[in-house]
């Protein structure tokens, strides 16, 4: 009876196809309305998806609960029902006690307001009380460093201070339900420890919490139990770390390509469509898994609808805990920025080299990033591609333990005898 | 012994909420819409303050709108055209229409487009989403406020006495409001689904400009059902009953204003209703 969330049967559809940019006209209603007094027919059923179907769950008062599951899989949807944004089509949850959402901070901040005013302004939408935000405000201006320029419009904050100011009106709500959507993705090491920090306080109080993220060093440190969601459907519960070797495993079954239609997880009026990221071993074959002490690449396949300034198209690399390992972009090499820095509209392949000897065994997370730096991100998937790595024959294989660390570089070692 | 005591209160406290599909007709739920107060006064202060930060002459704008407006009525329907003011000065006579008006006009197009425009709350944030059109319509009060003052001051150049009934004044802004209310609410909702809205908007509330006797005198109309027909529009008791309280011309408000009060709350009622009905869908859809 001790619980602060339980779900029961809950589902979400939502239509999709005939109203390819979210809103219908009114020609297109009247002429489908018509078109059903005609013939008669119910609304085509081809055209809607469950985004979330039969979720049943519950979370005890002061639970951590982590909820991961790949783009798509419905961590969203689930979220959006809990915290009331959106009505579910069928099925029940009851919550006990208020929900506040870090759904996305800075969500109704106003650019032209100074950061005193949005502190309220925010606050207000979250949901809380002018004598609440009054009572935490300088603990949100602490928090978020920013007393200096408390009274200076919110568009001359640099973007750091502009989260901090966000994530710290957010985590001062109070709720007894706190909602956590991938927030952790944003921002600097600081920032991001400073969040982990705050959110861990949270749990210390004997609230709930739930946590979406693709960090799993996140996931891992901070909660105890967690659910994979894969295509709207709870695939399993369980004790985080086995849950995330679940869902870490499951991801190998890809094969090292991975391939995306038109649509997926970018809206179509972006000039840059990704069309599939591969892995390729030393032979040039697609694997989902490479041999440490052999080069192999990843490439990234992508379509360019019109010309873009700026471009850089690159690749993050992580290990299945959340560290990151390296990031690098297409045109790192000046000589290569100069030359292909401007992109023509067209098919393009990037595609860089992983030297042997670099990488240590273990799962990899490959990530890509397409953008303009400081003007536009077009693409991010943090989480595009997994690919294990086997340490057959790296350096020191002759000792068959497992190795610290991400990476086991081959390096130049000299020993001497020092003769007193 | 402090916190203990802090911390059952926030157990009683602790309310349930189930969340479950919702189906049919149902009613704005105003308890928890007078929870929401502060939300409400925040939009409105928002609305008001970005609006004066971002324009070069700011509030001067509240006045200027109306006042350049009534310029051009005094000279094209007064000078040009020599229509009837009920014997008060023009400018006064159509700056003290235009006030109600302008009022009900630009609180209709905010309303209307203010769920578009605030899309991104509405699809993270969960609140009453009748606070955003509700926050629309009441930021013009405080235009309306500015451009009063004005009005005095012409009142008082013109040597115009306010009547005896000027405190019925409130409530025809009161009026004002509920119709503004109530066709904001039908546009806001029907705009997230239709974008049609926003260019029927201007053509709507031109059209309505003129049913209502903002650049003409109210007694220009013919008995009979023509003024039946007239009374049919809130709008127009609101103007002639504006003009009459304050300025002490044209007729007082006959039985008529009985038949814009009811119009006026059936558009607030029904449209509150359509907006209950439509607002589930608004985070999937806008």
Redesign the interface.
Known sequence: MNDAIRVED?GKR??IGG?PS??????D?LASSLRRLSRRESPPSKDTIWALRHINFNVERGQVLGIVGRNGAGKSTLL????????????????????G?L??VG??F?P??TGR?NI??NG????M??AEIERKFDEIVDFAEVRKFIDT?VKRYSSGMYLRLAFGVAAHLEP?ILVVDEVLAVGDAEFQRKCLGKMSDVAQEGRTVLFVSHNMSAILRLTEETIVLDKGEIVMRGPTPEAVDFYMTSEMARSGERRWEPGDDYQTDNPFHPLAIRVLDSQGRVADRVLSSEDFSVEFEYELQEELTGLRVGVYLATSRGEQVFTSFDTDNPETYERLTDRRKGHYISKCRIPRDLLNGGVFIIGVNASSFRIRSYFTDEHALTFTVDPTGAPGSQWAEPRRGPVRPALNWEITEVVA | MNQTTQSLEKQETEQLTVIQPTRGWAWIDLRELWRYRELVYFLVWRDVKVRYKQTLLGAAWAILKPFLSMVIFTVIFSGLANLDTDGAPPPVFYFSGLLPWVLFQDGVAKAGNSLVTGSSLITKVYFPRIAIPLASVLAGVVDFALAFVVLIGMMIYYGVRPTEAVWTLPLFLLLALVTALGVGLWLSALNVQYRDVGYVTPFLLQAWMFASPVVYSATLIPEGWARIAFGLNPMAGVVQGFRWAILGVGEPPSELIILSILMAVFLLISGMLYFKRMERTFADVV
């Open positions: 809950l939502y239509r109203m979210g809103y219908r006209t009114l020609r209603a959006k029902l809990l915290s009331r944004v959106t009505d579910p089509t069928e099925g029940k949850a009851e919550i006990y006690g208020r929900v959402s759904l996305e969500t109704g106003h032209e307001l005013e309220y302004l207000a939408i979250l949901g009380k002018r419009p007894e």
